[in-house]
């Protein structure tokens, strides 16, 4: 194997790439990058555009001089035309719109996902330029900034209230614009359970976020340097920027075309080694679909986070490796203002249409040892099956100097290796009286699920 091309230049395709470099240093590694950001971290964008990072060329997680130094071609404004799996050729445009084909030993499509547009009358024909945006590349990002850099701006809406249209209302907060956020379920944050998403409301209504929900937006019309948007439930507002974050679909169109298999969520299929069933063609992130470990199958889980494992694993394999991607549990994290919501694995409710029969206990514990000034309590949510005891899922939420985030990773490593829930007592976890208890909040939240579920089973 001599050649391995790679289309896209974020997480997955870089990871690919740079895992290939490091086992296999004679290969040569082209990627195909439709936009002129290789490797930005494009999590960091409401960071950005909130001016907690002041430069958005920081974002980068490597330069463009170091993945080059690591070996990577970069073909930056080159899009991905068409794909040959037969004759193992690519074609391509560049920035000129000049045309060429590349042959290839491997291939790993790594092209992402693409935002959802929802059915708004209006939208189709507004843009950026009328100040209707997108927030998922960082041209997208880089639009919102010269929105927001012409001054004219005082009100933004936002529809869709998941945790990047959160982000993105802290980060226009921090501006200083008012903020309306429209969701069309009852509750903000439906990926955790509702009774944390109220407390998710209550923490961005504190900061005179004007929360909507079960409301879904119908229409956007431009009334002079005004957009007026409409919904139901007789919603009506104004604002000079509207963002449109109702999430991602996988971006399949060319591994579909060149007859890929798709799966789960529409993503493109790939088995554990994330090989695709094109020949010689791997694919990885947020274009695929992703084995679940607890589920013991294939979902639609678009993060970051799988999206550099599972290049890394595409990457490696690309190269005559032989490794399968381990799983994912579904943890994700998000920041709102001063407080931290979490969750990983299953809530009751995705864990009952699993088959499983599953009980969910509410816990409220202090981050650590009440008596040493400033403990706060965190909520704890810890969903197991009742019959076995197995851990299933596990949400929390609390200060940001409570470390909501490494207790769910530490409830991750524990679903990773498919433990119950009355193992985690078992687990020796670190303990002084500022940061926590001989008992953690997580460990006392577990004995709490075990009384709850005997008296549920009795
Ligand atoms: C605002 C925001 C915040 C986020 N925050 C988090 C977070 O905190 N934690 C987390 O885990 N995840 C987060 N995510 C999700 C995370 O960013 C994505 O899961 C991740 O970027 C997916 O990486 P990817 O490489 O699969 O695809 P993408 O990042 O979508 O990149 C796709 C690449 O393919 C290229 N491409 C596509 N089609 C072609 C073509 N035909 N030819 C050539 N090139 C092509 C694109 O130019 C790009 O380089 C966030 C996403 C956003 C938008």
Known sequence: MTRLLIVGGSDAGISAGLRARELAPEVEVTLVVGDAYPNYSVCGIPYYLGEEVPDWRSLAHRTRDELEAAGLELLLEHTARRLDPSARRLAVSGPSGADGTLAYDVLVVATGARPVQPPIAGLDALGPGEGVHLVHTMDDALAIAATLSEGAVEEVLIVGAGFIGIEMAEAFVHRGLGVTLVEALPEVLPTVDADLGRLVRDVLEAHHIDVITTTKVTEIRRSGTTLVIHGTGGLERRAQLVLIATGVRPDTELAA???????????????????????????????VETYHRILDTTTYLPLGTTAHKQGRIAGENAVGGDRCFAGSVGTQVVRVFDTVVARTGLRAVEAEAAGWHPLTSASTLDDHKAYYPGARTIEVRITGDVPTGRLLGLQMLGNLATGVAKRIDTAAAALHHRMNVGDLSDLDLSYTPPLGSPWDAMQSAAQQWQRASTSHGS
């Not at 060149?258 to 080694?273: E, K």
């Not at 695709?276 to 274009?287: E, M, Y």
């Open 257 to 287: 075309r060149a007859g890929a298999t798709l799966g789960a969520g529409g993503a493109i299929a790939v088995d554990r080694r994330m090989r695709t069933n094109l020949p010689n063609v791997f694919g990885a992130g947020d274009c």
